[in-house]
């Protein structure tokens, strides 16, 4: 029996480990970002066809988007929406609870677009400011990050958060936060959390909610009394200008970090954003305004250039890694045999690993094919060596990979699907692996590569054998390596095995090898950790930004 629940962002791990204790059955989930991208029509028509609607709230801060769940509820046939706390108590609403969720949310959309006319026309004239004096000796920084969604516990997004805290607490400064929430894995870092409240009334509009958003945290932040920074460090989020607004508020440099277009994915990953117009005029006016721009490669830091951005204002350097929490020698045998026994798998099993965003480029649905070919050509081999596969993590190619694996009789067996695991679990799960994997996908012909995966560097971190995809800058972050079609080349300072990007049959072929030889290539693993502790350390990250700014003084 599968049940389905409605939830704010995918559900972690541990969430529907409860949910399956408490009622027995596994459970689909439908997130708000799945309905936002299938288009208004789309979602009603998907919508029609819920007769049961049970929505799960997983942190306390879910729960104010209750009125979006309720209008939703209205579409439905369900006759009733059964709501479930991060407690596993429940509430029951009808229609005519749902009725008041209406006026709301019509108030929140008129207030939403006074706020998108209001934010547009600041983004139309605001300049860039360098009249700011700085104390050199100051060791506080505000990060600050506007990121209207929330209830987001693992992925890069996480790791880039926690990583870039801790690489400015280990250089002796001290972090106030300003976010919707703090994840727990990084709380003892900061000094002080801001809490952005959510908006009392909501829009059933994505994009104009985060207009709304904006422009009331920035009248909320207006209000406080804060103490002397060094410079504000921003996380780029769609529809955000209250960074830049807060800078020359309170005449303090901005540093922003641009991990690629919103507007661009929005259009090319997901559905073109209602008022297109007013979010790409935000990008451009945080962009030209920011005093400098951190970004993790160099396809993006060209792309800034063909924008406009001055060089001299563009900081590059990768995606790096907290190589002392994603460490091997942190768990002992028992750790690793205790949790492969709870995941279902035994002491003798090779298990091959990937983790991350089930997403565009992400290449899990090529994994995924190239397993299904591997039960259909190499069964005996693979039930004799005793492998088996983790596919940690959740997002829109979810459906698909277990459509792919569904072909193969009573998959489950050999092929685990966790779901998402908090951020604090990844190494564990990680270092009871014997290979790890990044399969990512061609980009489109238009496109060009231009991430910095963090799962990248903690699998280096982790001292294991590395099959990943020979793309862009993953290719150049695992040399010395060697392409599985030249695999009699490999030498003792090769650090990981390639394949070509979507290519199944590499993947295939990589995955046989490395499991074939799986002593004799151990030192690839050792040369990955060597690498990374090396040169990507969040520590390191943060020295290159700091030895690239220029000392702000005032004109």
């Given at each position: 029996?599968?049940?389905?629940?409605?939830?704010?962002?995918?559900?972690?791990?541990?969430?529907?480990?409860?949910?399956?204790?408490?009622?027995?059955c596994d459970?689909?989930?439908?997130?708000?970002?799945?309905?936002?991208?299938?288009?208004?029509f789309?979602?009603?028509?998907?919508l029609?066809?819920?007769?049961?609607?049970?929505?799960?709230?997983?942190?306390?801060?879910?729960?104010?988007?209750?009125?979006?769940?309720?209008?939703?509820?209205?579409?439905?046939?369900?006759?009733?929406i059964?709501?479930?706390?991060?407690?596993?108590?429940?509430?029951?609403?009808?229609?005519?609870?749902?009725?008041?969720?209406?006026?709301?949310t019509f108030?929140?959309?008129?207030?939403?677009?006074?706020?998108?006319?209001k934010?547009?026309?600041?983004?139309?004239?605001?300049?860039?400011?360098?009249?700011?004096?700085?104390?050199?000796?100051?060791?506080?920084?505000?990060?600050?990050?506007?990121?209207?969604?929330?209830?987001?516990?693992?992925?890069g997004?996480?790791?880039?958060?926690?990583?870039?805290?801790?690489?400015?607490?280990?250089?002796?400064?001290?972090?106030?936060?300003?976010?919707?929430?703090?994840?727990?894995?990084?709380?003892?870092?900061?000094?002080?959390?801001?809490?952005?409240?959510?908006?009392?009334?909501?829009?059933?509009?994505?994009?104009?909610?985060?207009?709304?958003?904006?422009?009331?945290?920035?009248?909320?932040?207006?209000?406080?009394?804060?103490?002397?920074?060094?410079?504000?460090?921003?996380?780029?989020?769609?529809?955000?200008?209250?960074?830049?607004?807060?800078?020359?508020h309170?005449?303090?440099?901005l540093?922003?970090?641009?991990?690629?277009?919103?507007?661009?994915?929005?259009?090319?990953?997901?559905?073109?954003?209602?008022?297109?117009q007013?979010?790409?005029?935000?990008?451009?006016?945080?962009?030209?305004?920011?005093?400098?721009?951190?970004?993790?490669?160099?396809?993006?830091?060209?792309?800034?250039?063909?924008?406009?951005?001055?060089?001299?204002?563009?900081?590059?350097?990768?995606?790096?890694?907290?190589?002392?929490?994603?460490?091997?020698?942190?768990?002992?045998?028992?750790?690793?045999?205790?949790?492969?026994?709870?995941?279902?798998?035994?002491?003798?099993?090779?298990?091959?690993?990937?983790?991350?965003?089930?997403?565009?480029?992400?290449?899990?649905?090529?994994?995924?094919?190239?397993?299904?070919?591997?039960?259909?050509?190499?069964?005996?081999?693979?039930?004799?060596?005793?492998?088996?596969?983790?596919?940690?993590?959740?997002?829109?190619?979810?459906?698909?990979?277990?459509?792919?694996?569904?072909?193969?009789?009573?998959?489950?067996?050999?092929?685990?699907?966790?779901?998402?695991?908090?951020?604090?679990?990844?190494?564990?799960y990680l270092?009871?692996?014997?290979?790890?994997?990044?399969?990512?996908?061609?980009?489109?012909?238009?496109?060009?590569?231009?991430?910095?995966?963090?799962?990248?560097?903690?699998?280096?971190?982790?001292?294991?054998?590395?099959?990943a995809?020979?793309?862009?800058?993953?290719?150049?972050?695992?040399?010395?390596?060697?392409?599985?079609?030249?695999?009699?080349?490999?030498?003792?300072?090769?650090?990981?095995?390639?394949?070509?990007?979507?290519?199944?049959?590499?993947?295939?072929?990589?995955?046989?090898?490395?499991?074939?030889?799986?002593?004799?290539?151990?030192?690839?693993?050792?040369?990955?950790?060597?690498?990374?502790?090396?040169?990507?350390?969040?520590?390191?990250?943060?020295?290159?930004?700091?030895?690239?700014?220029?000392?702000?003084?005032?004109?």
């Amino acid at each position: 029996m599968v049940k389905k629940v409605f939830s704010a962002s995918p559900l972690s791990s541990n969430m529907l480990d409860q949910l399956t204790s408490k009622y027995g059955c596994d459970f689909e989930q439908t997130t708000l970002s799945f309905i936002k991208n299938l288009g208004i029509f789309s979602s009603i028509k998907f919508l029609r066809t819920v007769s049961d609607m049970n929505v799960v709230f997983e942190d306390k801060e879910s729960e104010k988007l209750l009125d979006i769940f309720l209008l939703l509820f209205l579409v439905t046939k369900s006759k009733k929406i059964i709501l479930l706390r991060d407690d596993l108590t429940t509430f029951t609403l009808n229609r005519k609870d749902a009725v008041f969720s209406v006026i709301k949310t019509f108030w929140g959309t008129c207030y939403a677009f006074y706020s998108a006319l209001k934010i547009f026309a600041i983004s139309k004239c605001i300049k860039e400011k360098t009249n700011f004096f700085v104390d050199q000796n100051l060791k506080e920084v505000f990060y600050l990050k506007t990121n209207y969604w929330f209830g987001v516990k693992a992925g890069g997004s996480v790791a880039h958060m926690e990583g870039v805290i801790s690489g400015l607490k280990a250089k002796g400064f001290q972090i106030d936060f300003a976010a919707v929430e703090a994840p727990k894995s990084f709380k003892t870092s900061i000094q002080e959390h801001f809490l952005l409240n959510i908006p009392r009334y909501l829009s059933p509009i994505f994009s104009l909610n985060l207009l709304l958003f904006d422009n009331i945290q920035f009248k909320t932040l207006k209000k406080r009394t804060f103490k002397k920074y060094k410079f504000i460090y921003h996380r780029m989020a769609l529809n955000s200008l209250a960074a830049i607004r807060l800078s020359h508020h309170l005449k303090v440099p901005l540093i922003l970090e641009y991990n690629g277009s919103e507007v661009w994915v929005q259009r090319n990953w997901g559905k073109q954003l209602f008022l297109e117009q007013i979010s790409q005029a935000i990008e451009n006016a945080s962009l030209r305004c920011a005093n400098y721009i951190v970004t993790v490669s160099d396809v993006l830091k060209q792309e800034l250039i063909q924008r406009g951005i001055p060089e001299k204002k563009i900081i590059c350097y990768p995606n790096c890694v907290d190589s002392e929490k994603f460490n091997p020698t942190l768990f002992t045998k028992e750790h690793i045999v205790n949790k492969r026994k709870l995941l279902g798998f035994t002491e003798d099993d090779i298990i091959l690993t990937f983790i991350g965003t089930f997403g565009k480029w992400h290449g899990v649905e090529c994994l995924a094919r190239a397993i299904r070919s591997l039960y259909e050509k190499e069964y005996k081999w693979l039930k004799n060596k005793n492998i088996k596969f983790l596919l940690i993590g959740d997002g829109p190619c979810m459906p698909e990979v277990k459509q792919i694996l569904s072909s193969i009789p009573n998959y489950s067996s050999f092929v685990k699907l966790p779901g998402l695991v908090v951020q604090e679990e990844a190494p564990l799960y990680l270092a009871l692996s014997d290979v790890l994997l990044s399969p990512h996908c061609l980009p489109n012909n238009s496109e060009l590569f231009f991430g910095s995966p963090t799962k990248l560097f903690e699998y280096m971190a982790m001292n294991k054998i590395i099959i990943a995809s020979d793309l862009g800058q993953i290719g150049e972050t695992l040399s010395p390596s060697v392409h599985v079609r030249h695999i009699s080349e490999i030498n003792s300072s090769t650090t990981a095995i390639l394949c070509s990007p979507g290519k199944e049959e590499d993947i295939f072929e990589a995955i046989r090898y490395a499991c074939n030889n799986l002593t004799k290539i151990k030192f690839m693993g050792t040369n990955a950790r060597s690498k990374v502790v090396k040169n990507y350390t969040w520590k390191r990250h943060v020295e290159e930004i700091i030895n690239q700014i220029q000392p702000f003084h005032h004109v």
